[in-house]
């Protein structure tokens, strides 16, 4: 079968499951049928593009399943006009899906291997309004202004009260939280100096690292 023929099944497929959850953004539905996710996993594990399994990438990282992707970025209510800071680059999916939305992308990540194939992926997309970067993402982005939308994927043992500066009035905040037991998505909201919490879901994502890698 053709690669674009899979590619279609693939989405349709996931789509149809979404919706079972409530899920019909129609923004972000077309934003990930725009961005062929078989461009973001390795070459052996493109039938798994679409599924819900976590697919290993480079470094050790993995990128979460399909459904999961979505039903985060869903959570995270990327609007036209904003500008966002995502934690954890990994392959570049979610923030190129995020960037077929938002005005502005800023996303990081501490291995140069992922960095470099996420640029090459973004060029291949067109997505111009996407900054790559290799950088200790531990305390957000300091001096690169006010976020609209902070995404993480690396777990906090605590709330990272230090992004409060770096989000917009009313902006908001998806990231893991573990107990070292478990890990729990949460929603943050600014509302002057402080978060709103609003606890979302259990998730798989590990601790976050600091500093960049040495190597790769």
């Known amino acids: 079968m053709k690669s674009g023929m899979v590619e279609k099944e693939g989405f349709a497929a996931l789509v149809l499951r979404l919706r079972s959850e409530g899920i019909s953004d129609l923004d972000l539905l077309t934003a990930v049928e725009q961005t062929p996710r078989s461009q973001f996993v390795p070459l052996s594990l493109a039938e798994d593009a679409y599924s819900s399994r976590t697919v290993p990438i480079d470094c050790g990282s993995f990128m979460e399943g399909a459904d999961l992707a979505v039903r985060l970025l869903h959570r995270l209510q990327v609007k036209p006009g904003h500008r966002v800071l995502e934690i954890g680059t990994g392959s570049g999916f979610t923030a190129a899906v995020i960037a077929r939305i938002a005005e502005r992308v800023l996303t990081v990540e501490r291995y140069r291997t992922l960095v470099t194939a996420a640029h090459g ?25 006010t976020f609209d939308r902070i995404f993480v994927t690396a777990a906090f043992s605590s709330l990272p009260r230090f992004y409060a500066e770096q989000l917009t009035h009313g902006g908001s905040m998806v990231a893991p939280l573990t107990d070292g037991e478990s890990c729990m998505m949460v929603r943050l909201t600014k509302t002057g100096s402080r978060f709103e919490r609003e606890d979302l879901f259990p998730v798989p994502f590990l601790p976050i690292v600091p500093h960049i890698a040495a190597a790769l």
């Open 121 to 145: 992926r973004m060029d291949a997309l067109g997505l111009r309004n996407v900054v790559v970067r290799q950088a200790d993402g531990g305390n957000g982005m300091p001096g690169e202004g």
